[in-house]
């Protein structure tokens, strides 16, 4: 099993940037790939951005491409999303997520079998 904590969200004013984190704990070992996903009020949960977590390998959200970036750590066991140039319709709950399998789109939600309880970001305008 793998534990995930997200941090750093909170309010801020648009065109402005934020950066989660998301702490990985238990058996890390196991992850492959670590995505970000957001749900924003009345709407369903939806892709942000995914890495695969040994080599790299980066995927984004059309939303989001070109502001975002996710990153990790392997040796701190952590993974960040760095948002830029936010924007009143990234406002929602952030949750991190990994997968521990090998194959499947990285950009569903089913894919993932651990969740973090989120972290809310509001971005004002």
């Known amino acids: 099993q793998v534990q995930l904590v997200e941090s750093g969200g909170g309010l801020v004013q648009a065109g402005g940037s934020l950066r989660l984190s998301c702490a990985a704990s238990g058996r890390t070992f196991s992850i492959y790939a670590m995505g970000w996903f957001r749900q924003a009020p009345g709407k369903e949960r939806e892709f942000v951005a995914a890495?695969?977590?040994?080599?790299?390998?980066?995927y984004y959200a059309n939303s989001v491409k070109g502001r975002f970036t996710i990153s990790r750590d392997n040796a701190k066991k952590m993974g960040y999303l760095q948002m830029n140039s936010l924007k009143p319709e990234d406002t929602a709950v952030y949750y991190c997520?990994?997968?521990?399998?090998?194959?499947?789109?990285?950009?569903?939600?089913?894919?993932?079998?651990?969740w973090g309880k989120g972290t809310l970001v509001t971005v004002s305008s």
């Open positions: 997520a990994v997968s521990s399998v090998y194959f499947g789109d990285l950009n569903r939600d089913r894919r993932y079998d651990y």
């Open positions: 890495i695969t977590w040994s080599g790299g390998t980066t």
